[in-house]
């Protein structure tokens, strides 16, 4: 199947920093979506991607569909405490959610 | 407000049992979805339903099973065929079978005795 690498695995930031992550796959993807999972609860949706090039923000948050269609970019500006959590993508096919493939996750931590 | 719940939060599974984890959603969504967590790892597919009365077998189907009697609910059970039940379990939810958008519940925390 398909295959997402999510990278990187954990960051160690101080307040205040910007954060970059990314997805990338050697398969081409309709949509990318990006999600966030505070500890012991369900993932909420971030930001959702449908076009090659797309750029979209959310607050503090943008995202933005890599242009080949096998990668896709989440940025952080000044990040604050209540950032810290799993940041996960998801990959489609624009068909249904039965074939989002999801990345592994980037584990942001945030030093005092 | 509307959203999906799970319960219970924590459940313990003895050797042998078969136990069934609820998930209720009162967002009027057609396709309802379980997904199975492990530390580090990505989300993986179980069963996911589209409409009433019917479900598919995903990723990794085997040990467990679904029904989907109601628009609102979709149980699941981890029978004792599953050897290695101990995951965090995820029910979500989409508008429609073709949309990608999930919502998530808060999760069941499944572990073995």
């Known amino acids: 199947g398909q295959q997402l690498n999510q990278s990187p695995q954990s960051m160690f930031i101080q307040e205040g920093e910007d954060v970059s992550m990314n997805c990338t796959s050697s398969s081409i993807f309709n949509t990318w979506l990006w999600y966030k999972q505070d500890p012991g609860e369900g993932p909420v949706l971030l930001i959702a991607l449908y076009k090659a090039g797309e750029l979209t923000s959310n607050g503090r948050l943008t995202a933005q569909f890599g242009i080949t269609r096998k990668d896709s970019f989440l940025n952080i500006s000044a990040s604050i405490p209540s950032d810290v959590g799993i940041y996960f993508c998801?990959?489609?096919?624009?068909?249904?959610?039965?074939?989002?493939?999801f990345g592994k996750g980037t584990h942001l931590i945030i030093q005092p | 407000d509307g959203g999906i719940t799970q319960s219970p939060k924590y459940l313990f599974r003895k050797e042998g049992q078969n136990v069934t984890l609820s998930c209720e959603q009162n967002?009027?969504?057609?396709?309802m979805y379980w997904y199975r967590q492990d530390p580090g790892q990505g989300l993986r597919l179980i069963y996911y339903s589209q409409i009433v009365n019917d479900f598919q077998k995903g990723d990794i189907a085997e040990g467990y099973s679904v029904s989907r009697e109601k628009k609102e609910s979709f149980p699941l059970t981890v029978t004792s065929a599953q050897k290695n039940p101990t995951a965090f379990y995820l029910c979500?939810?989409?508008?429609?079978?073709?949309?990608?958008?999930?919502?998530f519940g808060s999760g069941t925390q499944l572990s073995v005795l």
């Open positions: 967002l009027n969504h057609d396709a």
């Open positions: 998801a990959g489609g096919s624009g068909g249904g959610a039965d074939g989002l493939t």
């Open positions: 979500a939810s989409s508008e429609m079978a073709t949309n990608e958008k999930l919502f």
